[in-house]
Nanobody, 119 residues
Framework: QVQLVESGGGLVQPGGSLRLSCAASGRIVSIYAMDWYRQAPGKQRELVAA???????NYLDSVKGRFTISRDNAENTVTLQMNSLRPEDTAVYYC?????????????WGQGTQVTVSS
């Protein structure tokens, strides 16, 4: 089994910054893509940012230039640096990782961390 543990959410004023981290542990041979999703109340979960094992990244249009995703392959961690936060960024943020445990490749989710942008 693999566990993803997120940290770093909280309350921040518009224009502020937060840094989310996600650490994967357990039966891991390799991790392919690592992603951040978010889900606001009454809305569908959406992909915010993704990064491959080769550090190729892509972003939701509305966060381009404000959010940066990065990963540490040796530590099995992924980080989302969020700057210039807006009220519409308020959501529960989830880490997702595509993990190989040898013969099995599975997508795992973290428990979610709340991000609230409000004055």
């Amino acid at each position: 089994q693999v566990q993803l543990v997120e940290s770093g959410g909280g309350l921040v004023q518009p224009g502020g910054s937060l840094r989310l981290s996600c650490a994967a542990s357990g039966r891991i041979v390799s991790i392919y893509a690592m992603d951040w999703y978010r889900q606001a109340p009454g809305k569908q979960r959406e992909l915010v940012a993704a990064i491959t094992s080769g550090n190729r990244s892509n972003y939701l249009d509305s966060v381009k230039g404000r959010f940066t995703i990065s990963r540490d392959n040796a530590e099995n961690t992924v980080t989302l640096q969020m700057n210039s936060l807006r009220p519409e960024d308020t959501a529960v943020y989830y880490c997702n990782a595509d993990v190989s445990s040898g013969y099995v490749r599975t997508s795992y989710w973290g428990q979610g961390t709340q991000v609230t942008v409000s004055s």
